[in-house]
């Protein structure tokens, strides 16, 4: 009776590795999958701070700030043409 308790928990233990190693298999797939993602976020708010008119609807809601990450894309865009 104790071999076969025994044989069971090497079974399980086996199990939760297997899912261990596949999820750990996963991580690059799902790394590249957010970095596309990310990539693609940048793309909109660099189209967006290159909008003169976007900028301008931002100061008229005086919306002056926004989220650090979000800043070198501003500069970015500043770069591009001058915002008032």
């Known amino acids: 009776m ?8 090497k079974r399980r233990r086996v ?10 298999l996963a991580l690059p ?3 590249k999958t957010v970095a596309e993602s990310l990539q693609r976020a940048n ?3 660099r189209e967006l701070f290159s ?3 976007f900028v301008t609807l931002l100061q008229a809601e005086s919306l002056t700030t926004i989220p650090t990450y979000l800043n ?3 500069k970015e865009a500043r770069n591009g043409h001058e915002i008032g």
């Open 72 to 74: 070198p894309l501003l």
């Open 29 to 31: 797939g799902r790394a």
């Open 15 to 24: 199990r939760r590795l297997t899912v261990q190693v596949k999820n750990t």
């Open 51 to 53: 909008d003169e008119n």
């Open 43 to 45: 793309a909109v708010f």
């Open 2 to 9: 104790n071999r076969i308790y025994q044989d069971r928990v």
